[in-house]
């Protein structure tokens, strides 16, 4: 099994490349906001691992003065959102980052019941969320429409990735 930190760089680069792998015309069905998040930018990633229920959120930061391929893995306590948010606010501080957003997100992700779902993704302002209910590196997707069943990296990546691309595609074609 890969380290969690081998797994996370092993994500985001097979993410960047199914956005690359985006003709033009692919391209426009992505909204301008959803377009800046697609990872391609330099980003850091702050891994928080949760217990009862378990989450693993990666929390994806787009930093342009920061390392790209910056990974930090806490193991974090559902009772800490607030320091958590404290400490990305300090960390990030050049790209200020709303008081209390981060707290929301974070507990909507312990509160909403991901078990059918697996995944979840959020987006605000230099900063992406993305949700899972289950050790990733170990139990594939079990979504019925993913792609392959399989646990690695680059599957998730390109699973998530075409999952939120067909959900643009609605948004677009709405």
């Not at 301008?32 to 959120?57: G, S």
């Not at 300090?90 to 992700?109: E, P, Q, W």
Request: charged content about 25%; hydrophobic content about 40%.
């Amino acid at each position: 099994m890969l380290r969690l930190r081998e797994w996370i760089l092993a994500f985001v680069n097979a993410y960047r490349e199914e956005a690359e792998n985006l003709t033009e015309e692919e391209r426009e069905f992505f909204g301008d906001y959803i377009k800046e998040q697609v990872l391609k930018r330099p980003c850091q990633v702050e891994a928080l691992q949760f217990r009862n229920p378990y989450r693993l959120i990666l929390v994806f930061l787009f930093d342009e003065t920061m390392k790209d391929h910056m990974i930090t893995i806490h193991n974090a306590n559902w009772s800490d959102l607030s320091a958590i948010e404290a400490m990305l606010r300090y960390k990030y501080s050049k790209l200020g980052l709303n008081m209390g957003s981060i707290v929301r997100t974070l507990a909507s992700f312990h509160k909403t019941n991901m078990e059918e779902a697996d995944y979840g993704i959020d987006f605000s302002r230099n900063i992406c969320y993305m949700a899972f209910s289950h050790e990733v590196r170990i139990e594939a997707l079990r979504m019925p429409w993913a792609l392959e069943h399989n646990s690695s990296p680059q599957v998730i990546a390109k699973t998530i990735f075409h999952i939120n691309y067909c959900q643009a595609q609605d948004e677009f074609i709405r």
